[in-house]
């Protein structure tokens, strides 16, 4: 009795052998780019001029990447934690350093608005020092081209951050394939990262226009490429409006595969052609 029971035992785990590892296999993961937004978090929380800036929208940005990191069944509930996570840390650097600036030139105004008042108290009492009146006003014009020049200088440091180029028809930003899977018009999860910035920034200049531009390499139908570009173009411009972008500063056109800026004879070549270009005006729309 005792080696049929053996017997009878070892073939229920045998059985079961399967079904365990199944089970085990079978298990929730961290989504795709949880690390990253964790570090791109991080590295603001630890910037000593930024991360006292923002407390609410970095606390909801820690939140959400806290959501992202929890291991998912559904990889599209995962991806879409990541896309928020994403959007929650664009959202909170923006808020930041806009204020670090906002801060600084407030710094600069007041010393300039002390100094007047300093100079027009003093110009009562010395009418006579023309001398000390011109380097007074010397004084203030240093101190108004120093706000020119900080304005000047955020105006350079997002230009940077956006590596755009400064062209004939405006600033370029050029978006290569990573915003979409291929064959794709929709955005990926980690998109908001490379848009967010975009985002602010014309939210900043809210009297320029843009001009959003879909490219394809030659793979395919022309009419194809066509049509997946103007897909593209409309996406990107989607998104910014979701993002407080007035719709009537965008414009979207799909350019197909006729505008290539390398050959596509190669596979690096037809992937510089499959881009999104965003053409933001050098001037002030006209009202």
Known sequence: MSTQIYRFNKLIAIML????????????????????????????????????????????????????????????????????ADRKIAIATFQAQSRLSEDQRKLLSEQRDNARLDSRTREAD???????????????????????????????????????KATDRGLVVTLGDLLFDTGKATLKGGAAGHLGKLAAFLNQYPDRTVLIEGHTDN???????????QRRANSVMTYLVSQGVAANRLAAYGKGENFAISDNESASGRQQNRRVEIIIANTAARQ
């Open 17 to 84: 052998t399967p079904v365990i590892f199944a089970a085990c296999s079978a298990g929730p993961i961290k989504p795709e780019g949880a690390d990253m937004a964790r570090n791109n978090l991080i590295q603001l929380q630890s910037d000593p001029q930024l991360a006292s800036r923002a407390p609410v929208a970095i606390q909801e940005a820690e939140l959400a990447v806290r959501a992202a990191e929890v291991p998912q069944e559904n990889v599209e509930l995962g991806r879409h934690l990541v896309f928020m």
């Open 126 to 164: 010395r009418a006579h020092s023309d001398a000390t009146a011109a380097r007074r006003e010397a004084d203030l014009a240093n101190m108004d081209n120093e706000i020119a020049q900080q304005q000047a200088a955020d105006l350079q440091r997002q230009i940077a951050e956006l590596n755009a």
């Open 219 to 229: 793979v395919g139908s022309e009419d194809y490429n066509l049509g997946l570009s």
